[in-house]
């Protein structure tokens, strides 16, 4: 070892091909010495699936380990107590149900891909003390910046510590070990898949069952206070520093020690290492989180020191200037920060957010969201309920989600109201999430307009009377108009304020518009006020015009002058309130309210609002938009929910107003939320998946998305397609999971799963029998990852490949008739996930950054059979291909042949991979019975051959098997050209059943 030392020392100095290569080997030798993990980190070895247990110890991940271990040893404490308690808490979170699920058939092709990523703690608890501090750095910088920023920050420390290791290139007074270290090989990529693991493990240990609670309770505490992590920029000491600062402090607190703390480091530490000790918080008023940690030595306690900051927001900040984020250009100074807002969220809370959002697009102050979260769940629940037919239309279905979430947000009480409130305040901080344009009120229903969706006259009535309840502008009358354009028996109500001991006093007056035929006419069955003063006029002098949106009034009574005129009153034992009235009139002339007035008088009213069928505001001509401005600013969101919960409002004149609304250019909210609510059917099939915070950041309403395409364009400027189709929907999932990714969807229609973080997103057709019914946007999510770094979307090859017939496989070809049993001869075919190394980055628009965010990979799905390779498969192609049928009933079906039967025609069976490789040339039955693996490769690997496949499914009848047969031969012999050519008797025209 001395010699070879010395050669490595001789090599800084001449640079010797020979002592070059020598020190290469002894890197390699030296990253993949292992030693024994403590006893507490076992049970977490022993919960990893197969694959990642290999690669912690024996692969890229264990080097890593071992070569920064390596190359920080010096620089940290000893932490016996921490790197103990952190194993147990991990063994803790991967022993959780539900937490690591393990790989199995139902998974397919991504059954070894499967489970928790704890590979990073396992290569580090295989390489030593140095190597789990390392991890737990990971962890911190992985819970405070991007994946970009924390590669950016790796790399630069890594350059930075081989630097401070040989500071003058002066070998001979450096120690062997410092000299081995400087030397040792670490890229970037090595890096950032040192950082998704680490990163993947925070993402699924936050969501772990058993310390949910204590981490939110530091979410919480971080979320309360402002205090930053260091105040140096540089990367390299400000990490260090808060890096030692935090592992001192963790192992003390574990040994039951008390420590007072005055920087952010050991906070980043408590929310990333899953560590809970007592925290005591000293500021304006003191306070205890109590988390009652079992690991937490007793008395271990932190009292953090805080004085909120008023320079900066919230939470913990890390600022810092990096080096190495992008190729080109000075370092870039990035923040980063721990609080609520910073942590990821289901989508059930994002829609939380989004109901804030709306109640700001409505005008609504922050002091109202309950009062607006309650007029969101009265609209949802009138508009798509199960009688409303219309509650499938894209123009209310939008309304599905923001009901559910505000329904759930009414209900919530204690701490879980206080949080969900946080998150609809969030929201109601981010109107722009949802709509460029400025506030308009409740769909433009703040103002008289309202009464448009009114279910009755009288409901009407009564509000616009309420809304102008304090009108006193004496010189200017107003009218309510009751009764549709083109009536002839319109019924006036007039207010007219008169001054009454000196005080200006709004006064209605009602008048009834009598036509000459009909003396006796009724008031049209409206329900009017008691003690209001009523009179009568002639029709004649009442001029509406064709369009009814101004009117003339011949002789108008002075109606300030005036007693009201006596009538009989039909119905005394009717309650004051509900009282219906007629005039009786001996003449069609008389007027009961005229007083002399100067002869030919007319005055000119025009429309203000309201209903043009039902009862519509005028005023005089020329002051219209006053009396507009007053009935804005007169209606309150409590009059709205009245309106709503007293069931005045028609369901289907509303929708019909959203409707209207929805395809013109004020409708950019009402499209946003109908995206959400396709985006939510999405993630219903994605349990425990989680979004970026980073989508609050973006500049442009979900609308504008280009997920969102679907819901906003067509030929006609607006689709009522509901759902998204696969392309949109993945690239709706590569959105949310990263809050900024806007990937077209016509880049998708190949993407058959996107892994993230520690998820797989896969196309529910990949993990289903061929002949299931598989919604449009249907994609499940699987607790995993393929160990890269960033999102990767995953694409078959271009021409997958089938295994030729060779010369020996006629030897298990029997090709014998189908006897009618129904078995499983594919029990030994697996699908399995591998990838070809062929790859390339996906851009944005933006360039010029070290990282690359995304990209696509080859993965090649394929079909063995006892461990032997069959073939390669692109599933989702296959499935789209029209000579593939599912088999339903038809119409004349007897249920005389069951598909545990004879068939009434040859059909040979097909019982191994060799006979459907090397197929018969008559119709054939692949039996695979029960085993969706089996089904689905023999289906895909028949389609690749050219056969026209059918699938049996519920309904299996041989009778009805061989119509679609038949119906499918025919077929294609209608659409073979004119000619002398002939029907080819090539096998692949045979149908092969799967059954």
Not at 80 to 104: D, F, H, W
Not at 224 to 246: M, Q
Not at 550 to 566: A, G, H, L, M, V
Not at 889 to 917: F, K, M, R
Request: proline share 7%; charged share 15%.
């Amino acid at each position: 070892m001395n010699t070879a030392v010395g050669k490595f020392q001789a090599s800084l100095a001449a640079a010797t091909q020979e002592t070059t290569f020598a020190l290469a080997n002894l890197n390699f030798d030296f990253a993949i010495w292992k030693v024994e993990a403590p006893p507490s980190y076992q049970p977490l070895g022993a919960a990893l699936s197969l694959q990642r247990r290999n690669a912690a110890e024996n692969g890229m991940p264990h080097v890593i380990a071992r070569r920064l271990g390596t190359l920080f040893e010096t620089l940290l404490p000893q932490i016996p107590s921490l790197v103990n308690a952190y194993g147990a808490r991990a063994s803790e979170i991967i022993q959780n149900p539900g937490t690591n699920p393990p790989g199995s058939k139902e998974h397919g092709p991504f059954q070894k891909f499967v489970g928790l990523d704890g590979t990073s703690i396992w290569a580090a608890a295989t390489s030593g003390p140095s190597a789990v501090a390392v991890h737990l750095l990971a962890c911190m910088l992985a819970r405070v910046w991007s994946p970009a920023e924390a590669v950016s920050i790796w790399e630069e420390l890594v350059a930075e510590r081989k630097n401070a290791l040989i500071p003058n290139k002066d070998v001979d007074t450096v120690p062997t070990r410092d000299v081995v270290a400087a030397q040792l090989a670490i890229d970037q990529g090595q890096l950032a898949e040192w950082d998704a693991s680490a990163r993947a493990w925070l993402r699924a240990a936050d969501a772990s069952p058993s310390i949910r609670k204590q981490q939110k309770d530091v979410i919480s505490l971080l979320s309360s206070v402002s205090i930053p992590v260091g105040s140096h920029p540089r990367v390299y000491d400000s990490v260090c520093k808060a890096w030692v600062a935090a592992l001192s402090t963790m192992d003390k607190l574990v040994q039951g020690h008390q420590y007072s703390a005055q920087d952010g480091a050991v906070l980043v530490a408590l929310s990333a290492w899953h560590l809970y000790p007592d925290v005591v918080v000293l500021g304006p008023k003191t306070w205890n989180l109590h988390q009652s940690d079992q690991l937490i030595g007793h008395g271990g306690t932190l009292t953090v020191g805080l004085q909120n900051s008023p320079e900066i927001s919230a939470g913990v900040h890390w600022s810092l200037s990096l080096a190495y984020l992008r190729y080109y250009g000075s370092s870039v100074l990035s923040r980063g920060v721990v609080d609520a807002e910073s942590s990821r969220l289901t989508f059930p809370q994002f829609l939380l957010t989004a109901v804030g959002a709306t109640i700001a697009s409505w005008g609504l102050p922050s002091s109202q969201l309950r009062d607006g979260a309650q007029l969101v769940a009265h609209m949802g629940s009138l508009l798509t309920g199960s009688d409303h037919p219309a509650s499938q239309a894209p123009t209310v279905a939008w309304l599905v989600p923001l009901k559910a979430a505000a329904k759930t947000f009414l209900k919530l009480q204690g701490q879980e109201l206080d949080s969900a409130t946080k998150l609809v305040r969030l929201g109601h901080r981010r109107p722009g999430m949802l709509s460029r344009t400025c506030s308009t009120g409740v769909f433009y229903l703040r103002s008289i307009d309202l009464i448009c969706i009114m279910r009755k006259i009288e409901h009407q009535l009564q509000f616009l009377m309420s809304i102008y309840q304090n009108w006193t502008h004496a010189d200017t009358p107003l009218v309510l108009r009751v009764g549709e354009k083109n009536s002839n028996e319109p019924v006036l109500v007039v207010l007219h304020p008169v001054i009454r001991q000196g005080k200006i006093t709004p006064s209605w007056y009602f008048v009834g518009g009598i036509p000459s035929a009909g003396p006796d006419g009724p008031l049209r069955g409206l329900q009017v006020p008691q003690n209001n003063p009523i009179h009568a006029c002639r029709a004649e002098d009442l001029d509406f015009g064709t369009t009814g949106r101004e009117f003339t009034w011949k002789n108008p009574p002075k109606f300030s002058d005036i007693p009201s005129s006596p009538v009989t009153r039909v119905g005394d034992s009717i309650p004051p309130k509900k009282e219906r009235f007629r005039w009786p009139l001996k003449s069609k002339k008389d007027t009961a309210a005229s007083l002399p007035s100067p002869q030919n008088l007319a005055l000119t009213f025009e429309f203000v609002g309201g209903d043009i069928n039902g009862v519509s505001l005028f005023s005089l001509k020329g002051t219209a938009g006053a009396v507009r401005q007053l009935g804005d600013s007169g209606v309150h969101i409590l009059s709205l929910l009245e309106a709503f919960s007293t069931h005045t409002i028609s369901a289907r004149r509303l929708s019909e107003h959203l409707g209207n609304l929805f395809e013109s250019d004020d409708g950019n909210m009402m499209r946003s939320c109908l995206a959400l609510a396709q985006a939510a059917e999405v993630y219903e099939c994605l349990p425990g998946a989680t979004i970026s915070p980073k989508v609050f950041s973006s500049l442009k309403p979900i609308s504008e998305m280009v997920w969102a395409g679907e819901a906003r364009t067509s030929e006609h400027g607006f689709t009522r397609e509901m759902h998204l189709a696969r392309p949109w929907a993945f690239s709706c999932i590569a959105y949310f999971e990263s809050g900024v990714m806007q990937v077209p969807p016509d880049q998708m229609h190949n993407v058959m799963a996107i892994a993230s973080g520690d998820s797989l997103y896969v196309a529910a057709q990949l993990l289903c029998d061929p002949a299931a019914n598989v919604k449009p946007y249907e994609i499940h999510r699987v607790v995993g990852n393929i160990g890269r770094a960033g999102l990767a979307f995953l694409i078959p090859p271009k021409s997958p490949m089938v295994r030729e017939v060779d010369s020996e496989s006629w030897k298990m070809v029997n090709h014998e008739p189908f006897n009618g049993k129904l078995e499983d001869n594919f029990r030994s075919t697996t699908l399995q996930l591998g990838f070809s190394g062929y790859e390339f980055p996906m851009t944005f628009g933006d360039h010029g950054g070290r990282f690359v965010e995304a990209f696509f990979i080859e993965a090649v799905v394929s079909v063995h059979d006892s461990g032997r390779w069959v073939a390669d498969l692109d599933i989702l192609t296959s499935l789209q291909s029209p000579n593939l049928y599912s088999l339903i009933q038809q119409p004349t079906c007897q249920a005389s042949s069951p598909a545990g039967s004879v068939p009434g025609v040859e059909v040979i069976a097909l019982d191994n991979w060799e006979e459907l490789l090397d197929p018969p040339r008559n119709v054939s039955v692949v039996r695979a019975h029960g085993n969706w693996q089996g089904r689905l490769a023999a289906a895909n690997v028949s389609l690749m051959q050219g056969h026209p496949t059918i699938l049996f499914r519920g309904h299996g009848c041989w009778t009805c098997a061989v119509k679609v047969m038949e119906g499918f031969q025919s077929h294609s012999r209608s659409n073979i050209s004119p000619g002398p050519r002939t029907i080819p008797e090539a096998p692949n025209m045979e149908c092969i059943f799967i059954l």
